[in-house]
């Protein structure tokens, strides 16, 4: 079956709904900034894409990626044209760091935590009325596995709607271990760029609703034609080409499509040197016989990497991409890594063109995989 | 495609067996957590690891093809220590304190990857953080991978850790006693555990979720038929029915918070072991347990193999 996507919601550094953040994209502007309140003198990595929202500039505060969250699904529920106070609809939540944020701010300066708030259910439920909510936490392919289990609750006859979501708000302890991992010192994301220096973080949420095709009469975005999820069970810190190739390879199956039906590729692209060229492995290896080989991009050179977000947020812009024909560039590409010499990355403009099949990536740590794949709604 | 319960694996202070969820001993037993693939794991992660050996070894499971075995954890405190000891490393030494070896351990799924590193398993790998009632959740997204053919086995994992930080969390929210453990149990399609031959020891059955849990329970009830023989709940939840025995885990292991509803199944495994008959009927997500998390209630129904496998043939 299909899953039809009715309503869109997102709020990034570059923009705060689906469509800024799309035409930001689109024109090469970046979220990149310094880091706005942690002691830089703490760190080697200096910036860092976040949502400049404190109240008090350089002063941190907890809940904000529960209010971003409540921002995405709000957005995505209004554009799908459903009432958000019943809440009859699951909301499926895909997080990396969950509000592990606010969890440091009550450890270090004593903001008080209740328990329930380092998950979203509280939020949701007064917020959407909702009490059948999931907090799903599979590092960064959170999101898009929350969009494959959404598509299975609809399949198996549970429900017809789901709202699917993500957000991250960048933690000290998350910004500090990638910065302690990382080799080189970013100052921005360069995906598949020859001179990457790494990942840094970037902060958002974002949300679709998903429906089952039959039960609504109202205007799709896109359709999911199906979407994989696999775990590398190898190295926590490596990701495994082979493994991504296999989950790229299940998404196809899933989906029912081939190879060459994929017009346009948004990769994880979180510009480290591991990542990009694992999924150059797996991309060179799936589409090997293909004789014109997919549009590829990352929107994490604009955006940053919105951690468990950021594969639904990847998603929303293909789904924008098809609608528009137009595949957004990967910023600052001037010098492309010798490994992705054939493949078809686009950089400079959008590439334009008549675009039906997407392909989306999400590579999380720990060799966490998914892919899905979705079609332009006819 | 129905899905059984197969092997169950405990780490927990304070139990030495399976029958200790059913009938406490004063023994106890603390998890040993040395040993083969142990170094350099957070706590979470080495009570999760030990848990999962024992389920494994539990449903006879050696060789596997680990493309299709799914891992669900439910956790809520689980890195809670990694994220603050960082931040004070952070702020004492600067970046360069951290360890390589922890960095793994900032993310929220750092458990469900060190076991699917361990045991090789690499199909679809889920952590599920929504409060108390996340572990009845887990073994319903279990069942569904299951159902959605996604994967023929799901090793399905509650661990909670008693470190510092979560300590002091639970001090600070009224707590004073809380779970120090993990369970795991082997979920498995009905079909694969018949053709392996292996033993199974209860059916995953109805699932229900709701604002509390009257309406989870009803929900998780359906049309279910028979009478319900037990209850694994907060005494005196809502809605639970009438005159069955209850069997409160949270009376005498404290907090349970994600590991809860695992542990609840696993008790539920222990009753039918002994040939408790039909059914067993677990709620997490109530007022009793205590944490102050009312965000929501889930309900799960277990059923007796033998009973399950005349509804199959039905």
Same mark, same amino acid.
């Given at each position: 079956?299909?899953?039809?996507?009715?309503?869109?919601?997102? $709020?990034?550094?570059?923009?705060?709904? +689906? #469509?800024?953040?799309?035409?930001?994209?689109?024109?090469?502007?970046?979220?990149?900034?310094?880091? #706005?309140?942690?002691?830089?003198?703490?760190?080697?990595?200096?910036?860092?894409?976040?949502?400049?929202?404190?109240?008090? +500039?350089?002063? *941190?505060?907890?809940?904000?990626?529960?209010?971003?969250?409540?921002?995405?699904?709000?957005?995505?529920?209004?554009?799908?044209?459903?009432?958000?106070?019943?809440?009859?609809?699951?909301?499926? $939540?895909?997080?990396?760091?969950?509000?592990? #944020?606010?969890?440091?701010?009550?450890?270090?300066?004593?903001?008080?935590?209740?328990?329930?708030?380092?998950?979203?259910?509280?939020?949701?439920?007064?917020?959407?009325?909702?009490?059948?909510?999931?907090?799903?936490?599979?590092?960064?392919?959170?999101?898009?596995?929350?969009?494959?289990?959404?598509?299975?609750?609809?399949?198996?006859?549970? &429900?017809?709607?789901?709202?699917?979501?993500?957000? *991250?708000?960048?933690?000290?302890?998350?910004?500090?271990?990638?910065?302690?991992?990382?080799?080189?010192?970013?100052?921005?994301?360069?995906?598949?760029?020859?001179? #990457?220096?790494?990942?840094?973080?970037?902060?958002?949420? &974002?949300?679709?609703?998903?429906?089952?095709?039959?039960?609504?009469?109202?205007?799709?975005?896109?359709?999911?034609?199906?979407?994989?999820?696999?775990?590398?069970?190898?190295?926590?810190?490596?990701?495994?080409?082979?493994?991504?190739?296999?989950?790229?390879?299940?998404?196809?199956?899933?989906?029912? $499509?081939?190879?060459?039906?994929?017009?346009?590729?948004?990769?994880?692209?979180?510009?480290?040197?591991?990542?990009?060229?694992?999924?150059? &492995?797996?991309?060179?290896?799936?589409?090997?016989?293909?004789?014109?080989?997919?549009?590829?991009?990352?929107?994490?050179?604009?955006?940053?990497?919105?951690?468990?977000?950021?594969?639904?947020?990847?998603?929303?812009?293909?789904?924008?991409?098809?609608?528009?024909?137009?595949? +957004?560039?990967?910023?600052?590409?001037?010098?492309?890594?010798?490994?992705?010499?054939?493949?078809?990355? &686009?950089?400079?403009? +959008?590439?334009?063109?008549?675009?039906?099949?997407?392909?989306?990536?999400?590579?999380?740590?720990?060799?966490?995989?998914?892919?899905?794949?979705?079609?332009?709604?006819? | 495609?129905?899905?059984?319960?197969?092997?169950?694996?405990?780490?927990?202070?304070?139990?030495?067996?399976?029958?200790?969820?059913?009938?406490?001993?004063?023994?106890?037993?603390?998890?040993?957590?040395?040993?083969?693939?142990?170094?350099?794991?957070?706590?979470?992660?080495?009570?999760?690891?030990?848990?999962?050996?024992?389920?494994?070894?539990?449903?006879?499971?050696?060789?596997?093809?680990?493309?299709?075995?799914?891992?669900?954890?439910?956790?809520?405190?689980?890195?809670?220590? %990694?994220?603050?000891?960082?931040?004070?490393?952070?702020?004492?030494?600067?970046?360069?304190?951290?360890?390589?070896?922890?960095?793994?351990?900032?993310?929220?799924?750092?458990?469900?990857?060190?076991?699917?590193?361990?045991?090789?398993?690499?199909?679809?790998?889920?952590?599920?953080?929504?409060?108390?009632?996340?572990?009845?959740?887990?073994?319903?997204?279990?069942?569904?991978?299951?159902?959605?053919?996604?994967?023929?086995?799901?090793?399905?994992?509650?661990?909670?850790?008693?470190?510092?930080?979560?300590?002091?969390?639970?001090?600070?929210?009224?707590?004073?006693?809380?779970?120090?453990?993990?369970?795991?149990?082997?979920?498995?399609? %009905?079909?694969?555990?018949?053709?392996?031959?292996?033993?199974?020891?209860?059916?995953?059955?109805?699932?229900?979720?709701?604002?509390?849990?009257?309406?989870?329970?009803?929900?998780?009830?359906?049309?279910?038929?028979?009478?319900?023989?037990?209850?694994?709940?907060?005494?005196?939840?809502?809605?639970?029915?009438?005159?069955?025995?209850?069997?409160?885990?949270?009376?005498?292991?404290?907090?349970?918070?994600?590991?809860?509803?695992?542990?609840?199944?696993?008790?539920?495994?222990?009753?039918?072991?002994?040939?408790?008959?039909?059914?067993?009927?677990?709620?997490?997500?109530?007022?009793?347990?205590?944490?102050?998390?009312?965000?929501?209630?889930?309900?799960?129904?277990?059923?007796?193999?033998?009973?399950?496998?005349?509804?199959?043939?039905?």
């Amino acid at each position: 079956m299909t899953w039809d996507i009715t309503g869109l919601g997102a $709020v990034a550094s570059i923009g705060d709904d +689906p #469509r800024k953040i799309f035409d930001a994209l689109c024109v090469g502007r970046s979220g990149v900034a310094e880091l #706005r309140v942690f002691d830089v003198s703490k760190y080697r990595a200096k910036h860092a894409y976040e949502i400049d929202d404190r109240a008090v +500039p350089g002063v *941190d505060e907890p809940g904000r990626a529960t209010k971003w969250l409540r921002q995405a699904v709000s957005q995505a529920l209004a554009d799908a044209g459903l009432d958000s106070s019943h809440g009859e609809y699951p909301i499926l $939540v895909g997080t990396t760091l969950r509000e592990l #944020r606010s969890a440091e701010l009550w450890w270090r300066h004593r903001t008080p935590l209740a328990l329930p708030n380092l998950h979203f259910g509280g939020a949701l439920r007064s917020g959407f009325g909702t009490a059948e909510s999931h907090t799903v936490a599979s590092a960064c392919a959170a999101s898009l596995y929350a969009l494959g289990m959404a598509t299975d609750l609809i399949e198996l006859g549970f &429900v017809d709607t789901v709202v699917v979501a993500g957000t *991250d708000s960048i933690t000290e302890s998350s910004y500090g271990a990638l910065d302690r991992l990382q080799n080189l010192t970013p100052r921005s994301v360069r995906p598949f760029h020859a001179d #990457r220096r790494g990942m840094l973080m970037g902060e958002g949420a &974002v949300a679709v609703v998903v429906r089952k095709p039959e039960v609504h009469g109202g205007p799709v975005h896109a359709r999911v034609r199906g979407v994989s999820m696999n775990c590398d069970g190898a190295h926590p810190t490596m990701p495994d080409a082979a493994s991504i190739a296999r989950a790229i390879r299940e998404s196809h199956d899933r989906a029912k $499509v081939r190879p060459d039906d994929i017009d346009m590729v948004i990769t994880h692209g979180s510009g480290t040197k591991q990542n990009d060229l694992a999924e150059t &492995v797996a991309l060179e290896d799936v589409f090997a016989d293909v004789a014109l080989p997919p549009l590829v991009t990352s929107i994490k050179s604009s955006a940053g990497h919105t951690c468990g977000g950021s594969g639904l947020l990847s998603f929303v812009m293909g789904v924008l991409s098809l609608r528009n024909g137009a595949v +957004p560039p990967i910023l600052g590409l001037d010098d492309r890594m010798e490994e992705a010499a054939d493949l078809r990355l &686009v950089h400079g403009e +959008p590439a334009l063109g008549d675009l039906s099949t997407a392909q989306i990536h999400s590579i999380g740590l720990g060799g966490i995989n998914a892919v899905a794949i979705v079609e332009k709604a006819a | 495609m129905s899905a059984h319960v197969t092997g169950v694996g405990l780490a927990v202070s304070g139990l030495a067996s399976l029958d200790n969820l059913l009938r406490p001993t004063s023994d106890g037993v603390e998890p040993s957590l040395n040993g083969k693939g142990m170094r350099h794991k957070d706590r979470a992660s080495r009570l999760a690891l030990l848990a999962t050996g024992h389920a494994l070894r539990d449903a006879g499971l050696g060789e596997v093809n680990g493309d299709r075995v799914a891992v669900v954890v439910s956790s809520n405190f689980g890195n809670l220590d %990694t994220a603050c000891e960082f931040t004070d490393i952070i702020h004492t030494e600067t970046v360069t304190g951290i360890s390589p070896m922890r960095v793994p351990h900032m993310s929220s799924s750092v458990t469900a990857c060190w076991v699917a590193i361990e045991y090789g398993l690499r199909g679809p790998n889920l952590t599920m953080c929504s409060g108390t009632p996340s572990g009845l959740d887990a073994v319903f997204w279990a069942r569904n991978l299951i159902a959605i053919d996604r994967a023929d086995v799901a090793v399905v994992i509650g661990v909670e850790p008693d470190t510092i930080p979560v300590a002091e969390l639970h001090k600070a929210n009224g707590g004073h006693r809380w779970l120090d453990g993990a369970v795991a149990l082997v979920v498995e399609s %009905t079909e694969h555990a018949l053709r392996r031959g292996v033993r199974l020891r209860a059916r995953v059955g109805g699932y229900g979720k709701g604002p509390e849990p009257r309406a989870a329970i009803t929900s998780a009830l359906g049309k279910y038929p028979r009478p319900i023989e037990l209850c694994v709940s907060a005494s005196g939840a809502a809605g639970l029915p009438a005159g069955v025995r209850t069997v409160d885990l949270t009376n005498r292991l404290g907090r349970c918070s994600g590991a809860l509803g695992v542990l609840q199944c696993a008790t539920a495994v222990a009753w039918f072991d002994e040939s408790g008959p039909d059914a067993v009927l677990a709620v997490a997500g109530c007022v009793g347990d205590g944490e102050g998390d009312e965000t929501g209630s889930a309900a799960l129904v277990l059923t007796s193999p033998r009973t399950a496998l005349r509804e199959d043939v039905a």
